[in-house]
Nanobody, 120 residues
Framework: QVQLVESGGGLVQPGGSLRLSCVVS????????MGWYRQAPGQQRELVAT???????NYADSVTGRFIISRDNAKNTVHLQMNSLKFEDTAVYYC??????????????WGQGTQVTVSS
């Protein structure tokens, strides 16, 4: 079984910063891409940023230059540093990881989500 646990969400003023973290645990054989998605009320879940096991990260246009995704493979952790936050960044943020388990199956796993609210 694989678990993704997010932390770091909260309430922040416009222009502020937050750092989200996601720790992955379980019967993991190999990590592939990891990433962050978000879902605002009444909207579909959208990609925020992804990072492969090696190589360059990919960002949504709306967060490019403000958000930075990073991963620590030794700690099975992915982070999202969010700077210059805007009202429209308010959403539930979900951690995602494509994982191959020790049983051989490969699929996407999701965290439970963490609320980020940008408000003055």
């Amino acid at each position: 079984q694989v678990q993704l646990v997010e932390s770091g969400g909260g309430l922040v003023q416009p222009g502020g910063s937050l750092r989200l973290s996601c720790v992955v645990s379980g019967n993991i054989f190999r990590f592939y891409a990891m990433g962050w998605y978000r879902q605002a009320p009444g909207q579909q879940r959208e990609l925020v940023a992804t990072i492969p096991s090696s190589g360059l990260a990919n960002y949504a246009d709306s967060v490019t230059g403000r958000f930075i995704i990073s991963r620590d493979n030794a700690k099975n952790t992915v982070h999202l540093q969010m700077n210059s936050l805007k009202f429209e960044d308010t959403a539930v943020y979900y951690c995602n990881a494509k994982i191959r388990t020790v049983l051989g199956a490969t699929r996407d796993y999701w965290g439970q989500g963490t609320q980020v609210t940008v408000s003055s």
